[in-house]
């Protein structure tokens, strides 16, 4: 028996499907199609982004050069002329047609307002464009794309507020080049010519100060608003007409002297009709007297005049305040009425001792005017130049910059009576060489004494020193920059206390505080960039027989380095740190200029980083206070 099966052959499509040999090539090649899709439109994204960041960067640099050459800021006219063509080779610089086969490139410029007076033009805005092909997407029939970017340029200082510290102490007065040895009671005298002008430091000081405020105003707009402070300091600083009164103390004990409680009777006559204060000298013994023509009621033991002293009177021959008193007397009816009787001269007795006076009537002397001076009787007056003492002082060289002292914080409100600033009154400040009270006399306390100083006091000396009076933060013309370091009271004497700059530079700064109102911001304007420019020409160099801050060191020990210079010098510098501290954790800016001396580590700490400068000539602290005002302009960004 036999089988037969059909003859027919299988379709071509079923052979196909049968066959598997080959597979993998037909797969791969349907595959290309959309793997060239990613890749494509990962090449052309790429392309895209590369042209466009160029793009942006040309645009950047396109309205920073525009607006830097921009003059006219009304926005009433168009850009000008020069600056849109300065704007556009920039730009061209940047950027260049065909680049990844870019093209139909465009740039414009106009001008702009932000955040400014209305009407005012501060800043240049662009727009550029590119059309750039796809370089693979095309063959999917994806077309030229169009890339636009924005770009602004503002070109201003943003609202700033300069306080100057500058030191006026006598060294100022001699040339940068000079040792540090050098303090002169006055200015030395410029010298050399044409470019090579030799200045003291205080005038290389001014005309630092006058290049600073012409490189600021040469950089802002009209709109711009920059406040200027300046606080002159050496041993005090002169801030009495700044304080509201309010913050004032009405009375302070002063190391100075008042008449003994004590009769110090040494001629004949005994203690008699003398007062607390008399002294009747050795060399003035009591001499018998005679007078004619005197009624008898008037005839009687007495002092003359009845209380105090005098430089005038019977019988004066001496510059010596004296009084004189008339005791064993008697009268007879000769010769019209005879007075008889003896006369002792009398001087002063003094106590050389702390002394509370009432001040109340010399803080109206400010604005002129004086009072009498309570520890002299010659006539002598006494005005208040408006240097003052600090608040309570706390004594050490440890402190805690979150938890200040009043006398170290910047935002204190003196609230307590017993608490205020009180008034430098060096008329009434007498030294002596002790720890104690001293009784002593006028003939012990002449015009060549060193240890008590009557008839010389530390107002005439060296060793007080109330300089010029600072100047509260404010706009200011550039005249009245120029009247301010050209004042006749700009002048150097002192000696080198740098806390007490700084404390004050910083309170006149601080946001908060006594002189908060002066530092606020203009409404719909951000808060002005606040700065301290510091300049020194050299270290601390405290003495403890200076009156100044902080009384006479070496008697009040406020600081707590009465006669130890070491110490004294320690707690200085501690409270200089401290309030460097202070002012940068308020974000102020601190600028260091050292000027005819090196740069301290202490200099340093103070500067903000990368702010400190050092200068051995005149045209160096020229050039360190212009870096710093270009570096307060900024050329910037906005968009």
Request: with cysteine.
């Amino acid at each position: 028996m036999s089988t037969s099966r059909s003859s027919s052959s299988p379709g071509l499509l079923t052979r196909l499907r049968r066959d598997i040999r080959g597979n993998t090539l037909a797969i791969m090649a349907a595959a290309l199609i959309p793997l060239i899709g990613f890749a494509g439109s990962a090449v052309d994204m790429a392309r895209l982004y590369v042209v466009k960041v160029r793009l942006q960067q040309a645009c950047d640099a396109g309205v920073l050069a525009g607006r830097k050459a921009m003059i006219d800021t009304q926005m009433s006219t168009p850009l000008e002329t020069a600056a849109a063509t300065q704007a556009t080779a920039f730009f061209n610089n940047n950027f260049r047609p065909g680049w990844y086969q870019n093209r139909n490139v465009s740039f414009s410029t106009s001008k702009a307002s932000v955040n400014t007076t209305a009407g005012v033009a501060n800043a240049v805005s662009g727009t550029a464009s590119t059309t750039l092909p796809m370089a693979l997407m095309q063959f999917f029939g994806v077309s030229a794309r169009t890339l636009t970017v924005t770009c602004q340029a503002v070109f201003d200082v943003g609202d700033a507020d300069v306080m100057f510290v500058l030191d006026i102490t006598g060294s100022m007065n001699c040339y940068p080049s000079d040792p540090a040895t050098c303090g002169n009671a006055t200015e030395k005298p410029a010298y050399g010519w044409g470019n090579a002008i030799t200045y003291s430091k205080i005038e290389s000081l001014r005309q630092s100060v006058l290049l600073f405020d012409n490189t600021m105003r040469s950089s802002t707009d009209p709109s711009t608003r920059i406040r200027y402070g300046f606080v002159p300091y050496a041993s005090a600083v002169n801030v009495g007409r700044l304080i509201p009164a309010q913050y004032l103390q009405q009375s302070w004990t002063y190391q100075s002297r008042h008449l003994s409680p004590l009769i110090g009777a040494v001629g004949w006559g005994g203690s008699d009709k003398m007062l607390p204060g008399d002294y009747a000298p050795y060399q003035l013994l009591a001499v018998p007297f005679s007078l004619s023509n005197i009624p008898k009621a008037m005839c009687v033991a007495q002092r003359y005049p009845a209380t105090g002293f005098t430089t005038s009177g019977p019988n004066w021959n001496t510059n010596y305040p004296q009084a004189m008193k008339y005791y064993n007397v008697s009268w007879s009816s000769s010769s019209g009425g005879t007075c008889s009787g003896w006369q002792q001269p009398l001087r002063p007795y003094w106590r050389y001792e702390p002394v509370q006076w009432d001040v109340s009537q010399l803080l109206g002397t400010i604005n002129g005017g004086t009072v009498a001076d309570p520890t002299r009787f010659d006539g002598s007056t006494s005005g208040w130049k408006g240097c003052i003492e600090e608040l309570n002082t706390s004594k050490g060289a440890t402190f805690d910059v979150n938890a200040l002292p009043d006398d170290l914080n910047p935002d204190v409100i003196p609230a307590a009576s017993t608490n205020k600033w009180r008034p430098l009154w060096p008329d009434v400040v007498y030294q002596r060489n002790n720890t104690g009270f001293q009784d002593i006399t006028d003939e012990n306390t002449n015009d060549n004494s060193n240890s008590y100083r009557a008839g010389y006091s530390l107002a005439n000396s060296a060793y007080t020193a109330c300089g010029m009076q600072a100047q509260r933060l404010t706009v200011m013309s550039a005249q009245d920059v120029n009247d301010y370091v050209y004042n006749s009271d700009f002048k150097a004497v002192g000696g080198t206390y740098h806390d007490v700059g700084m404390i004050w530079g910083l309170r006149m700064l601080s946001p908060n505080g006594v002189f908060a109102a002066d530092t606020s911001a203009r409404p719909g304007r951000p808060a002005p960039s606040r700065n301290i420019v510091f300049m020194t020409d050299g270290t601390m160099s405290p003495n403890g027989e200076i009156y100044g801050q902080y009384g006479v060191e070496d008697w009040d020990n406020r600081t707590g380095g009465a006669n130890n210079d070491n110490q004294d010098y320690a707690n200085h510098t501690a409270r200089f740190r401290i309030e460097c501290d202070a002012a940068k954790k308020r974000g102020i800016s601190i600028f260091v200029v050292a000027l005819g001396t090196s740069i301290t580590p202490d200099l340093t700490y103070c500067a903000s980083p990368g702010q400190a400068f050092q200068a051995s000539s005149t045209d160096a602290v020229k050039g360190a206070f212009r870096t710093i005002a270009q570096r307060l302009a900024m050329l910037r960004i906005s968009q």
